[in-house]
Structures are given as C-alpha cells and as structure tokens.
C-alpha cells in the first residue's frame, strides 16, 4: 500500500508542477490596456423670450400675429443642443422641424367657458441658421454660441367670443444633446 500511496503522491505532484508552469506562462503573456476617462464641461444655456402678440381683435376674427414672439438661447460656441416645445397637448417635444404647428390656448377670467377661450397655431423659425439641418432634433448653437427663433401663428376669436385680455404659455427649454 505504500508503494501505490507513493504513485498518487507522485501524480498529484506532477499535475501540481505542470499546472503552474501553465499559469506562470500565460502570465507572462498578460497584455495590459488603458481606458480614457473625460469630461467636457461648457456654459450653462440662457433662454430669453420674448411674447408673441396678436394685438386687438373683434368677435369673428381670424388674425396673424402682429409682433412676433422670440426666443434666444446663448452657451457655448459650437455645441449642439436640443430645443424642446411643450403646447398645450401637455407635453415636451424636440423641435425637429420648422413645420409643426403649437398650439396654445389663450385664456381670460377663468377661461372655464368656451367662449372665454381661444387657441393660437404658432410656428416657430430660426433666424440667420438657416443651412442648420435640425431634423435629428440636435441644432448647432453656432460660433458665437447664439441661436435666435421667431414664433409666429394665427388667432382666432369666435363670433360669441368674451371681450378681455387673454393669454397662455409655450414652455421653452433647450439642453446640450
């Protein structure tokens, strides 16, 4: 029995030289690599608007906006940005186009009668951008880190309407994309 005890003993030590000889050689061969870990900080973005003003109207009337409305958003030189629109449907969408129309419904007293309601149909435009493809949503703030938009549209005040001063809101918000 202590001649077989002798031979598994003896096994057992071979595979245990060979096994490290194994690992003692691809550790050698062991490749090392690095990750790039970075971070671009830029200018906080600035909006600044301006309202879009319809003037006076009388029951019946279908009007263009007389003053149109602005937007400017200012950060830092040649980023992209995402510019969002929230109408009244509530929610906020990526301006991806020039063509959609937002609506925004004016309000007077408290704009719980039909006839104490309005809605306007607004276009928003770029000024000076305009080879500016925006239709991934992302929009090039530009060398001079400014971008302006003109907010434009129509009004129309039912024949029954409620004479007073209405208004409502387009929430504006841009972010770096």
Do not use: C, W
């Not at 940005?81 to 609506?103: A, M, Q, T």
């Not at 129309?156 to 409620?162: G, H, I, R």
């Amino acid at each position: 029995m202590g001649r077989e005890f002798m031979k598994k003993l003896l096994l057992i030590a071979g595979i245990l030289v060979l096994s490290t000889s194994l690992m003692g050689a691809s550790a050698k061969d062991a490749k090392e690599g690095t990750v790039k870990v970075k971070a671009k900080v830029v200018q906080l973005l600035k909006i600044e608007t301006t309202a879009v003003d319809f003037g006076i109207l009388v029951p019946g009337e279908n009007k263009y906006s007389e003053t149109s409305g602005k937007i400017f958003v200012n950060g830092t030189p040649n980023e992209l940005i995402n510019l969002e629109l929230k109408d009244k449907s509530g929610e906020y969408k990526i301006v991806k186009s020039f063509e959609p129309h937002y609506i925004v419904e004016l309000k007077t007293n408290e704009g719980n009668a039909a006839n104490e309601k309005m809605d306007s149909s607004l276009t928003i435009m770029a000024v000076g951008e305009g080879n500016n493809d925006i239709s991934s949503g992302a929009i090039n703030i530009g060398e001079k880190g400014k971008l302006e938009f003109n907010i434009e549209g129509t009004v129309n005040a039912v024949a029954n309407q409620v004479a007073g001063e209405y208004e409502g809101v387009l929430y504006v918000r841009a972010k770096y994309n």
